[in-house]
């Protein structure tokens, strides 16, 4: 339900704007008529999911990077946030797209129309609709990670890194950061923030650069209903709620959107955990060698003290919870792969 609402007032302000937002300059430049010899006119509405947008709104028309035309919706005595559009042109042929400012995010779109000398879309009686993808709102975990699966093309939020996932190995899944801005369509990701604020993933007209070939993810981009226990999605281990990693997921419908793994065997599976830990690599989670805290290095004489009094979680690699360490060796410490050299 608190999505549901999250959503909505996002809708909100996307539609309705405000009077101050109102009172902004659109983000577009002006377009210059000189350089055209022809013209053609568009009448009609832009609407997201399904709602008029009304004179907070400008709508400007390219052709690739060039700015063809660009307009607010306006209200006569017939027609309430009407759009009238002029746009310029030297040839037939061009495929334009639409980029509109909602009065709080710029949304593009591609409906496939064609510049046409003298031509016309739309009128007052059989108006042209220019339908935007609604934005999708992504909700990370406290530690700032999430997945995602868009059903268009979409620009990066800023802060947000984007993983592939190429395998599982020792209970841990394997990632490769993607560089890029432009997240194609249809291409399942893990997501790592820079908090847990929630974010918009915005539509865009853009060669996407951001894509895979070879994945374990499998996408949503609507509710996908899957058997209990039968796939891992992204969360917390039940038994230990600070492990985050992908665990099998008990419910069977995952929500639209997101990320999960199908193809996986018991002997992948973290034992006692019920799935896999991640370690995305980055700067933020050094692969080098770290110090054990405190018990084990302090008290070598005392190899049955605890971790758990230092505030310490350990597991050895084949996913076993330990209450001490008394060898050398790798173990995951505080979710963080780390050698014990002492």
């Known amino acids: 339900m608190a999505n549901f609402h999250r959503f909505y007032s996002l809708l909100a302000l996307l539609v ?3 009077a101050g ?21 568009l009448t009609g509405y832009v609407r997201l999911d399904g ?5 907070e709104a400008v709508v400007a028309v390219y052709d690739g990077d060039v700015l063809r035309g660009k307009a607010r919706p306006i209200t006569t005595k017939h027609n309430t946030d009407i759009l009238f559009i002029t746009i310029h042109g030297e040839r037939n042929g061009q495929t334009l797209h639409f980029k509109v400012f909602t009065g709080l995010y710029v949304i593009e779109v591609d409906q496939g129309l064609i510049y046409t000398n003298d031509g016309r879309a739309g009128s007052i009686s059989d108006p042209y609709y220019i339908d935007l993808p609604t934005p999708i709102v992504t909700v990370p975990t406290a ?4 997945t995602t699966c868009l059903p268009y093309d979409a620009l990066i939020p800023e802060n947000v890194n984007v993983y592939n996932a190429t395998a599982i190995e020792g209970g841990m899944l394997v990632t490769e950061k993607l560089e890029g801005n432009i997240l194609a369509a249809l291409t399942p990701v893990l997501l790592e923030s820079s908090s847990a604020d929630e974010y918009v993933w915005l539509a865009r007209v853009a060669d996407a650069d951001v894509t895979v070939t070879e994945t374990i993810f499998v996408g949503t981009t609507e509710e996908t209903h899957v058997e209990a226990n039968s796939v891992l999605t992204l969360g917390h281990a039940e038994e230990d709620p600070t492990r985050l990693g992908f665990w099998l997921y008990t419910g069977t419908t995952v929500p639209a959107n997101r990320a999960f793994i199908a193809d996986f065997t018991d002997d992948n599976l973290t034992a ?8 995305p690599e980055d700067e933020r989670t050094p692969t080098g060698v770290t110090q ?3 018990i084990a290095t302090h008290h070598p004489a005392r190899p049955e003290e605890t971790l758990a009094s230092a505030g310490t979680t350990v597991y ?10 008394v060898t050398k060796g790798v173990y995951i410490i505080n979710g963080r792969k780390t050698v014990v050299t002492k």
């Open 143 to 146: 530690e700032g990670y999430a």
């Open 16 to 18: 309705m704007g405000s």
């Open 21 to 41: 937002i109102q009172a902004q300059d659109d983000p577009f430049p002006e377009v210059d008529d000189s350089e055209f010899s022809n013209n053609m006119t």
């Open 51 to 55: 709602n008029i947008l009304g004179q």
């Open 316 to 325: 050895d690699l084949t996913g076993r919870r330990l209450t001490s360490v």
């Open 292 to 294: 054990l805290p405190t």
């Open 272 to 279: 006692g955990a019920k799935g896999i830990i991640f370690r």
